[in-house]
């Protein structure tokens, strides 16, 4: 899918005749069927409360004319209602207030425009072409959209993402882990920003977004200190295994505040660091000879692939063989977890992949202004992708991972 650049992002208006008389078709009858379910709700709530009666035996709780006609913006465009009053005569203390379900207070777009519009900013149309992209998308009708109401919504995701990196983790239980460094340039700042990411698997095999926050570069002490914030809110258990690239701030937190958790290194950045030390006219067939490392069947015939590699190369580039060898134990530590979550535990790619939309928009806006504002875009695109995050292969071995059974080559070994 090409995605369009919002600095010359247009939306032809549809001057079809044909086109022009099926919407409004269609939002004429969204309107009568909007004004009929309100009617029916309206009555059947004056039905349920048909008993009471004041002392003339009249309603205490009876219909009162009309609230003022509002208008909604739905997807086919601006529609009006009306929507009846009701009444309730019985004394303050027994007084109830008839509340829509249908029309709530206050209510000016429906559910699905309030989706659309941090969808589309999130997919990159700047608050200047939101007003634009909304009278294309529902009609020339749909007012009180401007940038404005991009800015609100921005420092409503402020708040929620305030509220989230503070909540409580007590009682969850990952048995995988995925930490990942990515960074950002800020226009308003000099430095970069490095955004610190900290994914995990649930017992029940579901994907969650732990942690997001920033760092000074990925240096130990920025990753100590999301380390040790998610112990504070709860976290006490340590997860089984840890997978990222080689940054050693990383490692050497993880060590400290979750010790027991085992280290993978992922295979995606090793091999990248190892081909760049060799020519390129080498690196297709070295890739290959990695590939057969990491897919081998079982650790043995995984380290007799590995020492191929090291025969292979170490006389005429020595640096390859070395970014390899160095971490040879910790490349190979998911051969000691099922055999189903390999494919998930060698590679950080469940933030990689995700990362490539949250860089997509980070560019199409020419960077964030400011480090929050990067921070809180970071954490909605997350947030946004999660909807789509499948559940782990072989999820129903995962309470036995978190309970301390033993694998070996991928196959169970003991029982907990």
């Not at 100590?224 to 997978?243: E, I, Q």
């Not at 080689?246 to 993978?264: I, N, Y």
């Not at 490349?331 to 535990?345: C, G, I």
Request: proline residues 5%; glycine residues 6%.
């Amino acid at each position: 899918m090409v995605e369009a650049n919002p600095e010359s992002f247009t939306f032809p208006a549809d001057k079809s005749p044909a086109g022009d008389l099926l919407t409004a078709k269609l939002r004429e009858g969204v309107q009568k069927m909007l004004a009929s379910a309100i009617e029916e709700e309206v009555a059947a709530y004056l039905a349920a409360r048909s008993q009471l009666r004041d002392h003339a035996g009249h309603q205490e709780v009876v219909r009162n004319g009309h609230l003022p006609t509002r208008e909604i913006l739905t997807g086919v465009g601006t529609i009006q209602v009306t929507q009846p009053r009701v009444r309730d005569r019985r004394g303050p203390e027994q007084r109830e207030k008839f509340t829509s379900q249908l029309l709530p207070p206050y209510l000016r777009k429906a559910k699905n425009i309030e989706e659309l519009i941090p969808w589309l900013y999130l997919k990159g149309i700047s608050t200047g072409d939101m007003g634009e992209a909304l009278q294309a998308l529902t009609g020339p009708a749909a007012g009180g959209l401007s940038a404005s109401t991009v800015t609100r919504l921005k420092e409503a995701w402020e708040q929620e993402f305030k509220a989230w990196r503070s909540r409580s983790l007590e009682g969850k239980k990952y048995a995988y882990l995925w930490a990942d460094g990515v960074h950002f340039n800020l226009r308003l700042e000099e430095d970069r920003l490095c955004v610190l990411v900290l994914m995990g698997a649930t017992e029940d095999g579901t994907k969650e977004l732990i942690a997001v926050t920033d760092g000074y570069r990925e240096s130990e002490q920025s990753w100590s200190a999301l380390l040790l914030d998610v112990k504070h809110r709860g976290l006490s258990v340590d997860p089984k295994l840890a997978t990222g690239d080689g940054a050693l701030g990383f490692w050497a937190a993880l060590r400290k505040v979750f010790p027991r958790t085992q280290e993978q290194r992922c295979w995606v950045h090793k091999s990248g660091n190892v081909l760049d030390q060799l020519p390129k006219r080498l690196q297709p067939e070295a890739l290959d000879k990695l590939h057969q490392i990491w897919m081998a069947p079982t650790k043995q015939t995984a380290n007799q692939a590995f020492n191929l590699f090291l025969a292979t190369y170490r006389a005429k580039y020595p640096g390859a063989v070395e970014r390899l060898e160095k971490d040879r134990d910790v490349l190979l530590t998911f051969y000691d977890f099922p055999a189903e979550h390999w494919v998930h535990l060698r590679t950080t790619n469940p933030i990689e992949s995700t990362f490539a939309t949250v860089r997509l928009r980070h560019d199409k806006t020419r960077n964030n202004g400011s480090r929050t504002a990067c921070l809180t875009m970071v954490f909605k695109l997350l947030e946004n992708a999660a909807k789509t995050w499948r559940k782990l292969n072989g999820a129903n071995l995962l309470p036995a991972v978190v309970a301390g059974v033993i694998y070996e080559d991928g196959i169970q070994k003991t029982a907990a």
